[in-house]
């Protein structure tokens, strides 16, 4: 769910036009190819001084590959177009040095090592040091000093690993603070935080530009978009398409961007659907699950819920809620410890113990991690496809290429996966299309049952649709599908009916006509009893409310 968009504030509005002394940065004509493949095709950027200028654009469009040029990540020679900085031309031929005119990138996956303190991690390479000797008082000092700039309220000696999500991307920005940025790029800034960091990252950056730093912020929250750019950029098919401002005089609106960003009219968020609901499929009683470490704290408390063939049923939850241990302490047992409960497919108990058990019972689980448990980045396309499944493509251990390729090309071709090739290493997809890989790898597994755990996170508008799309399909082939998510209007907008979670307990469920975002964060905000107890779950009555 992604916060309240604000209003931009008054004292940096802004510029109504521009002049070599207020740009601080041109890219001229920027064409970028990877073999065959051309990622950029003559792309034009300019940003303003102190302004936040915002980059739109479907995955793939070309928008990180752009960031990358400008940062020497791609250097000089792997291109065609020019860099202008400061009135200058540059010829970036490492990070460090477009570091060293003040040029920080920030991405999305953030580069921290989780087992040095954050103090290591602020002056990693930039070492406070006399004589090769690190001054250690000296650095845990000043990155004290960065930290309670960026307001981050933790020692410089605590170790990234056991800071969060939002927390670590705070280290980053202090990072790129004690590099003197002048012109900071955010790729994705808000993709993995929850409301309440996403806002206090937004309230930074309008800090930050009050302090005369430039920022380019790439992101597919459109209303956060709105709510804190001055400008939008946007690309498509890795060409400019065109920049307009966000606010005042001109200024274009989420249709806008949205049909710029994809091409043609999306009159709808989600796709329509008439949901064909059949009977029961799966059933879960008194599910608990307890903390691997803490064990004695259930996180998933006597949670129960159903889902029937053809339905797609949401589950809602704020953070920590236990939406994610749920699924994958079912799914396996892949998270938790002290696990207990009940399973029933087609109204007979079975066991998912294993991760083997659940496929071979028809149980599929998309992570809300697709890199890190999702996918084999280093493998190609083909392979993740099958890798759920091989015995499907296999003859006594030996895989068939040709059996395989064709699988592959198929699920390709039916979910429109944008690929040069089969044996494209998926790590190099954009996030939407390496999600659709993620779909195929499980859809090829042929589940009754498909846990989709934040299936369209860091993905765009247009990605979202498809996925979607594809939601409806598998629910009309007569799957049973789990929707977890933090955007209420996703879930609202896709679901025949909503579950929600507090404190690891089920605390109702609402059919789609009763949803209402409002209703929702009531269920999901219900505080326990002093016997540990939550709110009595509405439970529907069998063959009800469809």
């Known amino acids: 769910m992604t916060a309240d968009p604000k209003t931009p504030r008054a004292s940096a509005p802004a510029q109504e036009a521009s002049s070599s002394a207020d740009t601080i940065l041109e890219m001229r004509h920027i064409t970028k190819a990877f073999g065959s493949f051309k990622a950029l095709d003559d792309v034009n950027l300019e940003v303003r001084r102190g302004e936040i200028l915002a980059i739109c654009g479907e995955n793939g469009a070309g928008k990180s590959t752009l960031m ?35 040029i920080v990138i920030i991405h999305q996956e953030l580069a921290l090592s989780p087992y040095l303190s954050v103090a290591e991690n602020i002056f990693m390479g930039n070492e406070k040091a006399t004589r090769g000797v690190i001054d250690w008082d000296a650095t845990n000092e000043a990155a004290a000093k960065l930290l309670q700039e960026v307001g981050l309220n933790i020692r410089p000696q605590t170790r990234v690993a056991d800071l969060g999500v939002g927390q670590q991307q705070l280290v980053e920005i202090a990072k790129a603070l004690s590099k003197d940025v002048r012109l900071l790029i955010l790729d994705e800034p808000t993709a993995a935080l929850n409301d309440d960091d996403s806002a206090h990252l937004l309230d930074l950056m309008w800090g930050l530009r009050e302090r005369g730093i430039t920022m380019v912020m790439i992101s597919h929250k459109l209303a956060e978009v709105a709510g804190v ?22 200024a274009i609106d989420e249709d806008e961007i949205i049909r710029l960003m994809v091409g043609r009219e999306l009159s709808s968020r989600f ?95 998309v992570t809300e991690d697709r890199k890190v448990l999702g996918l084999n980045l280093i493998q190609d396309v083909k392979t993740n496809t099958t890798a759920a499944a091989l015995n499907k493509v296999s003859s006594r251990g030996i895989v068939d290429d040709a059996a395989e390729e064709e699988v592959a090309e198929r699920y390709r071709r039916e979910l ?36 989709l755990d934040e299936p369209t996170r860091g993905i765009d508008v247009g990605a979202k649709y498809e996925i979607y799309q594809i939601i409806n399909q598998l629910a009309d082939a007569g799957k049973a599908i789990l929707v977890i998510s933090s955007e209420l209007p996703e879930l609202l907008g896709i679901c025949d009916r909503i579950y929600t979670m507090s404190q690891g307990r089920i605390t109702g469920q609402l059919p789609r ?12 905000t219900v505080e326990k009893d002093a016997a540990g107890r939550g709110a009595a779950p509405r439970m529907e009555q069998e063959g009800a409310e469809q």
């Not at 029961?280 to 691997?292: N, Q």
């Not at 954009?430 to 042929?446: I, P, Y």
């Open 68 to 102: 990358n040029v400008l940062s020497g990540v791609w250097p000089r020679g792997t291109y065609d177009g020019d860099i202008v900085y400061d009135g200058q031309v540059r010829e970036f031929r490492s990070i460090r040095d477009s570091e060293a005119v003040g």
């Open 229 to 250: 750019a001055d400008r939008t950029t946007i690309i498509r098919d890795g060409r400019t398409v065109g920049t307009a401002p966000l606010h005042g005089e001109g």
């Open 271 to 365: 796709p329509e659907h008439t949901p064909h609901v059949e009977e029961e499929v799966l059933r879960i009683e008194h599910w608990t699950a307890h903390h691997p470490i803490d064990t004695a704290r259930a996180v998933v408390d006597d949670a129960a819920l159903t889902l029937r063939r053809g339905e797609i049923v949401g589950l809602a939850g704020l953070m920590g809620a236990g939406r994610t241990e749920l699924a994958m302490s079912l799914f396996g047992r892949s998270w938790g410890t002290n696990i207990s409960g009940h399973v029933y497919k087609d109204g007979k108990e079975i066991s998912t113990a294993t991760v083997r058990q659940a496929i071979d019972n028809g149980l599929a689980y």
């Open 416 to 451: 429109r996966t944008k690929t040069e090739s089969l044996a494209t290493p998926v790590g190099s997809l954009s996030g939407g299309n390496q999600q659709k890989v993620v779909l195929a790898k499980w859809m090829f597994s042929d589940p009754d049952v498909l846990i």
């Open 513 to 524: 006509a009763e949803a209402t975002q409002e209703n929702l964060m009531k269920l999901m």
